[in-house]
């Protein structure tokens, strides 16, 4: 109940005032997202700030968040990077995710610029090549934590084969994790590969040890677990799943048809502007 919030809210301020690192965060966190006090994103940095000085995972990811999104303080895309993958390299998962995405980017911590010591050499495709490798080994590593950010985007990455070894099955096993966190970007992809159905080509080798293919069906066809699918994601004010969403419902695929109710979601997708759903 309130009472009790209250109460905790001044224990994490009493304690942050005698620079107990957990007890900064967790009332930086109240200020951060006004929960007990009024939202002030300047004093929230400063207590993520004297946690993180502590070495507290959760603090520094926040630290590097409000950097990257410019929230209560200066948007800064290489202090992002240095406290992101300090947070990271401390099994923090959103940070593996965030400084995946830096490093997609061709973004790195300055500790891992002064560690390759033939980075002044390197020209800008070599750089990208190699910042994305690492990208995809915090993908792996958030994707351990259980973090469905990371297992979405790693599990996306592996169906599809871009710029990293194709491993569908693994792919869809680590979106289907994601979905289960009710993660809308997972949702909505693995929503349409429902819709269509999957059917991918292994390989097996006969007695001679001569390699055929043959078809195997990954994901069976299901319009109405696609349609529920893309409901869910659309419950949660997500552009793609309300378009999808909508979609549905205007084509009758694994929903009754509803033209006015599926106008309606593809109105909301066009608000939260997405671009197909604007296009529409």
Do not use: W
Request: net charge neutral; proline share 1%.
């Amino acid at each position: 109940n309130k009472k009790d919030f209250d109460k905790a809210v001044a224990h994490f301020k009493s304690g942050a005032e005698k620079n107990h690192a957990n007890c900064m965060n967790a009332f930086a966190r109240c200020l951060y997202y006004g929960h007990g006090v009024k939202q002030d994103f300047s004093q929230a940095s400063q207590y993520f700030q004297n946690a993180a000085d502590k070495g507290h995972k959760e603090a520094q990811y926040f630290c590097g968040f409000m950097h990257l999104t410019g929230s209560g303080r200066s948007k800064d895309i290489q202090k992002a990077a240095n406290y992101l993958k300090s947070s990271a390299d401390q099994d923090y998962g959103a940070a593996c995710f965030f400084y995946a995405y830096l490093l997609m980017g061709g973004t790195e911590a300055e500790e891992s610029q002064n560690s390759n010591s033939n980075s002044s050499q390197e020209t800008n495709e070599d750089r990208f090549a190699r910042t994305g490798q690492k990208a995809f080994e915090y993908l792996s590593k958030g994707s351990e934590l259980g973090n469905p950010a990371c297992q979405c985007a790693y599990g996306i990455a592996l169906f599809q084969g871009e710029n990293i070894k194709p491993d569908k099955r693994k792919g869809v096993e680590l979106i289907k994790k994601s979905c289960n966190r009710s993660y809308p970007r997972a949702l909505n992809f693995y929503g349409n590969l429902l819709a269509k159905g999957v059917t991918v080509f292994e390989q097996s080798a006969s007695d001679n040890d001569f390699q055929t293919s043959y078809p195997v069906t990954l994901i069976e066809k299901d319009e109405k677990a696609a349609a529920d699918m893309f409901a869910e994601a659309a419950s949660q004010f997500d552009a793609e799943g309300c378009y999808n969403y909508g979609v549905a419902l205007l084509n009758g695929k694994g929903v009754k048809k509803d033209t006015r109710k599926a106008l309606v979601f593809i109105q909301k997708s066009a608000n939260l502007g997405f671009a197909e759903a604007i296009c529409d």
